[in-house]
């Protein structure tokens, strides 16, 4: 045990071990997401209600929702997408999470929106074609490394029609240096979320200040079994994001506020980048 104690506190590589998917394929964990996903008045694994509707309406002013074909990437429980769709929009949602596939599949059974979700991998398999927008909301651009950025990138450019637009909002530098290195330990850690039954959990963060990147690393100890997760996070700042967008074929027209859509000023809070491809 004090050996994985010890290797629990060394700082890895960047990117080095990538365990993000666990969040969403494991049976207990992908359950606790999808309650988070669905609580209207929490910002953790979803905005609040009324934040997305905000978000929703901005998109709609300044694209024009109705017969556009969307693509929503790590769309969850449909919280963007059926909103998209009641305001006339063809949106097809993707996610590797099997429960929240099928509970959005469930929810929107019956209302008669041009809404398809469908269970899929975005950096591995092909996106639909002939988009008009491709969205990947609510930091999910943070979790990838450098190399699975590129893949993305990629594979929304050949999803977009010419002067299609990839509209994606990240964390912000202002909000990486509110955060802080340090360990922590409990039993049943974050109430049970980890695990069904007994374990015991260890949080060791480390940032790496020259790359803008937070690693929140797990031990979680149960009776039969141990296990380790690496929850990455990339935080940005406009104009390196914009280079990389500009790199990978894009071009940004506007750095915006999340919520609003208006220019973006607070540095201290997620912003969003519309690009054209």
Known sequence: MFDELAALNQRPQPFSVYTAKTLWTDMHISAQ??????????????????????????????????????????????????????????????????????????????????????????????????????????????????????ILYAKVRAALKPGGYFVCDVFSRGQFDQREEGTSYGRRLMDGFWAEGDYFGFLTTFLYDDLNLALDRYLIVEPQRRREIFNWLQYFEPESLTAELGEN??????????????PWQVSSSEFALIAKR
């Open 33 to 150: 997401m999808l309650d988070f996903h669905l609580d209207a008045e929490g910002d953790m694994a979803s905005r609040r209600a009324d934040s997305i509707a905000a978000i929703v309406g901005w998109l709609d002013a300044r694209f024009g929702l109705a017969g556009k074909a969307v693509c929503d990437l790590g769309c969850g429980p449909r919280l963007y997408a059926s909103r998209m769709a009641e305001r006339g929009a063809r949106v097809t949602g993707l996610d590797f999470s099997v429960r929240s596939v099928d509970y959005g599949r469930r929810a929107a059974a019956g209302s008669h929106l041009a809404l398809d979700i469908e269970v899929c991998d975005y950096l591995k398999d092909d996106l639909p074609a002939g988009q008009d927008l491709v969205l990947l909301i609510y930091a999910d651009l943070c979790a990838l490394s450098p190399h699975q950025r590129r």
């Open 249 to 262: 074929g894009f071009d940004v027209e506007a750095v915006v506020d999340v919520l609003t859509g208006e």
